[in-house]
């Protein structure tokens, strides 16, 4: 049974980092891309970031380059979001997803788009607050 599992939110001030994590079972996580997707209140689930699975490709949505670095540990079958100078506006609850099979192409045009990913955790908050 495919699980997948985030954790590291928290409350943080402006300008703070946090640490998320994706573990993942029922699967062998470096042969999918993984995504990392937030949703804040009335607003659609947005990608952050993905790393793909073919090259090790990484993708950042623009609100978060430079701030936010996407990393896998294959051995311990979990993918990492560090986040970094966090902004109130990052406040939200954050998601890991896989898709259910392999692509062995660019997810360059679709690592945003939530019906590339067909598992999905429970998510962890994150909020930004002074």
């Known amino acids: 049974q495919v699980q997948l599992v985030e954790s590291g939110g928290g409350l943080v001030q402006p300008g703070g980092s946090l640490r998320l994590s994706c573990a993942a079972s029922g699967f062998t996580l470096d042969y999918y891309a993984i995504g990392w997707f937030r949703q804040a209140p009335g607003k659609e689930r947005e990608g952050v970031s993905c790393?793909?699975?073919?090259?090790?490709?990484?993708y950042y949505a623009d609100s978060v380059k430079g701030r936010f670095t996407i990393s896998r540990d294959n051995a311990k079958n979990t993918v990492y979001l560090q986040m970094n100078s966090l902004k109130p506006e990052d406040t939200a609850v954050y998601y890991c997803a896989a898709p259910a099979t392999y692509y062995s192409g660019s997810y360059y045009y679709i690592w945003s788009r939530v019906h590339t990913y067909d598992y999905w955790g429970q998510g962890t908050q994150v909020t930004v607050s002074s």
């Open positions: 790393i793909s699975n073919s090259d090790g490709s990484t």
